[in-house]
């Protein structure tokens, strides 16, 4: 809060040594560069603080008469009205940005455990128990009804893709758009799409989900450490 009100100051007693060579409007566009350093790098209140001592200030040491809140201006008055919108607003959206940003790096903290946990397991557990817990995390992880392993694959299901793309009848389905079909099971083969390991019939058909690209590629990694598991019991009887 000190940073938003003390920069912004400092800016205009600076900009007013200029007043005789500097437009207003220009001088106004490097108050608002001020108030987006401030909300990028601080909190609401620092932003909103930048953003009100920056009208201020431009209405004190820019605006004549100088020294005193009183603008005689019309245009001046716009300006300042607007550098203070302007300034709340660039606030409000570097705050959005910066919980977006949050947002999307625990979920990838959340979907790179999910990972690891599964790969542990797949190290040291029975296929059955790795199996179960695939289905669960794959139910939770896109939003499913229900996700069930199946030794053979439902050859007119959709396909659920390594690199997290569906397809249905060898055409892409745009699932950021349309969400996975309710009308049919889709298939997430085990192993890399390799038939002898298997996959998952997956079920969303009591509502619409919309499995972000990332969830659906961890989905793939997650039946490909069954494929592994499977092989590797396979391999061992």
Same mark, same amino acid.
């Given at each position: 809060?000190?940073?938003?009100?003390?920069?912004?100051?400092?800016?205009?007693?600076?900009?007013s040594s200029l007043r005789a060579e500097l437009a207003n409007?220009?001088?106004?566009?490097?108050?608002?560069?001020?108030?987006?350093?401030?909300?990028?790098?601080?909190?609401?209140?620092?932003?909103?603080?930048?953003?009100?001592?920056?009208?201020?200030?431009?209405?004190?040491?820019?605006?004549?008469?100088?020294?005193?809140?009183?603008?005689?201006?019309?245009?001046?008055?716009?300006?300042?009205?607007?550098?203070l919108v302007i300034g709340a607003a660039v606030t409000e959206?570097?705050?959005?940005?910066?919980?977006? *940003? $949050?947002?999307?790096?625990?979920?990838?903290?959340?979907?790179?455990?999910?990972? !690891? %946990?599964? +790969? #542990? /397991?797949?190290?040291?557990?029975?296929?059955?128990?790795?199996?179960?817990?695939?289905?669960?995390?794959?139910?939770?992880?896109?939003?499913?009804? *229900? $996700?069930?392993?199946?030794?053979?694959?439902?050859?007119?299901?959709?396909?659920? !893709? %390594?690199? +997290? #793309? /569906?397809?249905?009848?060898?055409?892409?389905?745009?699932?950021?758009?349309?969400?996975?079909?309710?009308?049919?099971?889709?298939?997430?083969?085990?192993?890399?799409?390799?038939?002898?390991?298997?996959?998952?019939?997956?079920?969303?058909?009591?509502?619409?989900?919309?499995?972000?690209?990332?969830?659906?590629?961890?989905?793939?990694?997650?039946?490909?450490?069954?494929?592994?598991?499977?092989?590797?019991?396979?391999?061992?009887?």
């Open positions: 809060i000190a940073i938003g009100i003390l920069v912004p100051l400092a800016v205009c007693l600076l900009l409007t220009n001088a106004a566009l490097v108050l608002v560069l001020i108030v987006v350093a401030v909300a990028s790098l601080g909190s609401r209140a620092a932003g909103l603080s930048a953003a009100v001592v920056s009208a201020a200030g431009f209405d004190v040491f820019l605006t004549q008469p100088y020294g005193t809140f009183a603008i005689h201006s019309a245009a001046d008055v716009q300006t300042t009205v607007l550098l959206l570097a705050l959005w940005g910066r919980r977006q *940003q $949050a947002r999307a790096s625990e979920q990838h903290g959340y979907l790179d455990g999910i990972v !690891q %946990t599964t +790969g #542990s /397991l797949a190290g040291a557990a029975p296929s059955r128990t790795v199996i179960e817990h695939v289905e669960k995390q794959l139910a939770d992880l896109l939003d499913l009804d *229900q $996700a069930d392993y199946a030794p053979h694959a439902d050859v007119d299901a959709p396909v659920l !893709q %390594t690199d +997290g #793309s /569906l397809t249905r009848r060898g055409q892409p389905v745009d699932v950021d758009r349309s969400g996975l079909p309710t009308d049919t099971e889709i298939w997430l083969p085990a192993g890399g799409g390799q038939g002898q390991t298997g996959g998952f019939r997956l079920v969303a058909a009591t509502h619409v989900a919309r499995p972000t690209h990332q969830q659906r590629q961890v989905a793939a990694v997650l039946a490909d450490h069954v494929g592994a598991v499977v092989r590797q019991e396979a391999m061992g009887r």
